[in-house]
Structures are given as C-alpha cells and as structure tokens.
T-cell receptor, first 118, second 114 residues
Framework: GAVVSQHPSWVICKSGTSVKIECRSLDFQATTMFWYRQFPKQSLMLMATSNEGSKATYEQGVEKDKFLINHASLTLSTLTVTSAHPEDSSFYIC??????????????FGPGTRLTVL | AQSVTQLDSQVPVFEEAPVELRCNYSSSVSVYLFWYVQYPNQGLQLLLK??????LVKGINGFEAEFNKSQTSFHLRKPSVHISDTAEYFCAVTTDTGRRALTFGSGTRLQVQP
C-alpha cells in the first residue's frame, strides 16, 4: 500500500515551453500533497504544499506564477512549470500524506520527474 | 521552526561491517522523525519512523534507529551492510501542527565497498 506515482518520469523540453507533471496516490486518498525540488547531490527543498480543493501554499522564493499547482481531487495533484528555462532543470519529487494522525501523517514519495530544459 | 543536521556527508564502509548514520534535530515542539533512502534517479523510500512509544524503531532492510530526546538525536544503524545498501540517506522531521511539511537534512551518502 501507500504507492505514489509520477508522470512523466523524465521530460526534455525547449526553453519557453510549459511542462505538466502529475502526481497520483494510487491506493489512498491524500488531502495534502507536497512538491519538492532536488538539485544534483543536494537535499530536497520544499516548493509548495497542495491541499485538495484549495490554493497551494508556496514556500518563500518560489514563484507561484511559474510553478502552477492544481490539486483537483484526493488522488491527483499537478505541477506545471510555465515558460521553462534551463535553470528550471531539476529533479521534481512529489509526496502524498496519508494514514492520518495515527500514522504521524507519513509522507509517501513518488519516483520523481527529471526535467531538462534545453 | 525545526531543523535537521546530518553531520556526515559521506560514510564509506566495507561490506558486512556495521554502520551508523547520524542525525540531530532541533525543534521547540514534539516531533515525528523519519529516515528515507534514495537510490540514484529515484524517489524516496521510507525506511522507518518514530511517532511515539518505544525509542528503538526497527525498519526495513535490517535498519533501526533510536530516538534520544535528551540528545535530540535519531541515529540510523545497521549491524551488517551490503553492497546494495549504497545510496543516499535522508533524515527528516515534522511536527503535529501547521502544514506538517517535512524538513530534510542534507543527506548522507553511504558507500559500501567490497
């Protein structure tokens, strides 16, 4: 149980285009999903917190107009990188919180999406 | 706000030797603690977690960790490592208030050598 999927697993795009990444909780409902960014050989940095049916909460320094997050259902959140540029190239990882308070609100992570902007 | 410190960026060890990966945290409220493992180009896999109760927590793949409140530590241990344990290990903390987002340490690269 507690499986989170991401699609696509990798994507290459041209500068100026937009890219959408999907994050799905496959066997549980996740009222909250998180989006992280990871640069090579570095830790995960929280970008935003996504709550089903409401606007995402962005961390300081993250451009909300560039990284659009939609949490349309209890099992799906999407991250759209708009007008991507080479500096947006990174590994994007989502997580879904499940199990309720008794499970410590454990976060289960997706396999990540490698974005390369040319 | 909470923070996590992983003192060792890299830990080289020989196969079948014991290993300890260190993690210290800082928080003004009660915390939940986690260890995750990341293999190259993959997401994070939960190794173990401490929520409450027994301070010795056992996880998958033979790993265990001990919560020490007085020393604000949550060190990860394995008595005998395998080549397949080579990966990046992240300690993380969250609280039971607010957004409950995870705060990660900088990671420790475990390199198991034959």
């Amino acid at each position: 149980g507690a499986v989170v999927s991401q699609h696509p697993s990798w994507v290459i795009c041209k500068s100026g285009t937009s890219v959408k990444i999907e994050c799905r909780s496959l066997d549980f409902q996740a009222t909250t999903m998180f989006w992280y960014r990871q640069f090579p050989k570095q830790s995960l940095m929280l970008m935003a917190t996504s709550n089903e049916g409401s606007k995402a909460t962005y961390e300081q320094g993250v451009e909300k107009d560039k990284f659009l997050i939609n949490h349309a259902s209890l099992t799906l959140s999407t991250l759209t990188v708009t007008s991507a540029h080479p500096e947006d190239s990174s590994f994007y990882i989502c997580s879904a919180r499940g199990g309720g308070p008794s499970a410590g609100d454990t976060q289960y992570f997706g396999p990540g999406t490698r974005l390369t902007v040319l | 706000a909470q923070s996590v410190t992983q003192l060792d960026s890299q830990v080289p060890v020989f196969e079948e030797a014991p290993v300890e990966l260190r993690c210290n945290y800082s928080s003004s409220v009660s915390v939940y603690l986690f260890w995750y493992v990341q293999y190259p180009n993959q997401g994070l896999q939960l190794l173990l977690k401490y929520l409450s109760g027994s301070t010795l927590v056992k996880g998958i793949n033979g790993f265990e960790a001990e919560f020490n409140k007085s020393q604000t530590s949550f060190h990860l241990r394995k008595p005998s490592v395998h080549i397949s344990d080579t990966a990046e290990y992240f300690c993380a903390v969250t609280t039971d208030t607010g957004r409950r987002a995870l705060t990660f340490g900088s990671g420790t690269r475990l390199q198991v050598q034959p």
